[in-house]
């Protein structure tokens, strides 16, 4: 999704874009990388300035059940496609996530020490230091939960809302989200600057996805009573996977690249005016 994203603003940008894709129904432009196998299986690279690092097994849970599968991804692969932008004397920008704290306090910053619980979590705050490590010029953006006009979550809520049907949102489960769009044009303005270090793209304050279902159910007229909230501990998902704050200290992406980011309410508004036929 940021990929996708990413890759058409630099275009329109008027920047040449070589993207990859282990979909076999990738764009005819794309190149095929599957970070999953050896890199000596790895086509060669298209030369570039700047590479972006988005491809990641995110899914908590995948992470989770297969900790040495998706390690090849999150971690060995990173640490290979350094080694091959290294080669070409270009800069790394590394996509993480609010993961690597163990959400325990909210608005966490760049300068704190890292401390995930979660495998996933883990994983990138290993690969944040390979970064790093790899050179002074490199970049790490942390993410919290980055939320598209047609997330797969809310397009499930509206048209289940709008059958009549009970939607069950986590009252245990928080979040703190940023929009797409604002994700992108923080990225495309970071490596125009050449920003190095860390950076934090968060909204401003965690809500439950409860809140975020009674809200998105009020906006598009939907029943409330069709809310019916669970807590995810009762469906076996851990502690880890669940916690209390998920927000970023976002002050330096806010000084360094002349950007505000949106509060919750506000962006599941947006998602619920949006016309049903722009979702997909």
Request: proline share 7%; glycine share 4%; with cysteine.
């Amino acid at each position: 999704m940021i990929g996708h994203a990413l890759a058409q603003k630099l275009e329109v940008s008027g920047v040449t874009v070589a993207a990859t894709s282990r979909r076999h129904d990738r764009g005819p432009k794309d190149e095929f990388l599957d970070l999953a196998e050896p890199k000596e299986a790895w086509p060669t690279l298209p030369q570039a300035k700047v590479w972006v690092f988005v491809a990641a097994v995110a899914r908590l849970a995948a992470c989770r059940k297969d900790p040495q599968a998706s390690y090849r991804v999150n971690v060995s692969a990173v640490e290979a496609l350094l080694s091959c932008a290294a080669a070409q004397k270009a800069r790394s920008v590394f996509l993480s996530s609010d993961q690597v704290f163990d959400g325990r306090q909210p608005h966490r910053s760049e300068d704190d020490p890292t401390c995930p619980r979660s495998e996933y979590g883990r994983q990138k705050a290993i690969s944040e230091k390979i970064v790093h490590m790899a050179s002074k010029e490199n970049l790490v953006i942390r993410l919290t939960k980055v939320l598209a006009p047609n997330d797969d979550l809310f397009v499930s809520w509206r048209d289940a809302l709008s059958r009549g049907e009970q939607i069950s949102p986590f009252t245990d489960k928080t979040f703190a989200p940023v929009s797409l769009s604002t994700v992108v044009d923080g990225i495309v303005t970071a490596i125009q600057q050449k920003i190095s270090g860390t950076l934090q793209f968060s909204g401003p304050t965690d809500t439950t996805y409860a809140k975020a279902a009674y809200d998105f159910a009020s906006i598009t007229h939907a029943r409330p009573e069709l809310v019916v909230p669970v807590a995810s501990a009762d469906l076996g998902i851990p502690p880890e996977e669940r916690p209390a704050f998920t927000s970023l200290d976002t002050r330096r992406a806010r000084r360094l690249l002349n950007i505000e980011f949106a509060a919750p309410n506000d962006l599941i508004a947006q998602i619920a005016n949006t016309p049903k036929h722009q979702q997909g």
